[in-house]
């Protein structure tokens, strides 16, 4: 059996899903939050090390306004009503982005990062503001200006999952596949299963049949 660290997420499909239950596509987001809940309590059951969560990317910005102001409201309600939840589960909250949103979201995502820093039981990252091919840039301009030579071990020590193990295992949900600008770099290695569903009706069992299957594939990184 595979051993299991780090889940990555991307959850795709609230729009739709909004749209096709509520006609309205926000009402997907709230729909979502409750199984982003959901998914963190499982994989600390689980005993998973690492999940990352793909909430918000660089190319998100180009949204309406009244979206993803709601998507930053959703945030705040979600920090405020868990954070003390987690720090008592001994989760570690991170985030993956420039934090560069309102500046009380941004002391409320900062409170959330210090309050848990010490917490191990599970970390949990959420890519916000997040875009892999700038974080990528990023590195290199970051090494470039420490005169350190560029390495596998070097250049990942410059990106946002500096000291974080790569993914094992990538979900997309929303019957798309595509990665998205999403951990390009780490997910070289990486499983990656693509979920019909669409992320508001994905649950824990359906969560639960993509670990199973990924517990038996042979991974061969390279080797045979
Ligand atoms: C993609 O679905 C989803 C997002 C861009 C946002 C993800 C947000 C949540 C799951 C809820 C809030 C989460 C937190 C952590 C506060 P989409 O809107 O692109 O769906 P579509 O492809 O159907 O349009």
């Known amino acids: ?37 959901d998914i963190i309590n ?8 690492y999940l990352t969560l ?15 102001n709601y998507l930053f409201s959703l945030l705040e309600k979600f920090l405020n009503k868990n954070l003390v939840k987690f720090h008592k589960k001994n989760i570690k909250l991170k985030i993956l982005g420039r934090k560069n949103f309102s500046k009380k979201l941004n002391n409320l995502l900062l409170k959330a990062e210090k309050t848990t820093f010490k917490n191990d ?3 949990v990252n959420l890519a916000l503001n997040y875009g892999s091919k700038y974080e990528i840039i990023n590195a290199i301009k970051k090494i470039k ?8 071990e070097n250049f990942s020590q410059n990106l946002l999952t500096k000291n974080i193990p790569d ?19 780490q997910l070289a290695y990486a499983e990656i299963f693509f979920e019909k569903k669409l992320w ?7 969560y639960l049949k993509i670990l199973n299957k990924f517990r038996k594939i042979k991974r061969n990184f390279g080797n045979i």
């Open 145 to 152: 200006n420490s005169n350190k030579k560029i390495t596998i």
């Open 121 to 123: 039981e599970l970390q």
């Open 167 to 185: 993914p094992d295992l990538l979900i997309r949900t929303g019957n798309t596949k595509r990665l998205s600008n999403f951990l390009l770099w």
């Open 54 to 68: 793909f909430a918000f990317s660089t190319e998100n910005w180009r949204r309406p306004k009244k979206e993803i």
């Open 1 to 37: 059996m595979n051993p299991l660290n780090h889940v990555a997420i991307i959850m795709d499909g609230n729009g739709r899903w909004g749209l096709n239950n509520k006609n309205s596509r926000i009402a997907g987001h709230k729909a979502g939050l409750y199984v982003v809940e």
């Open 42 to 49: 499982q994989t600390l059951n689980l005993k998973i090390k």
């Open 200 to 206: 508001p009706d994905f649950n824990e069992k359906d």
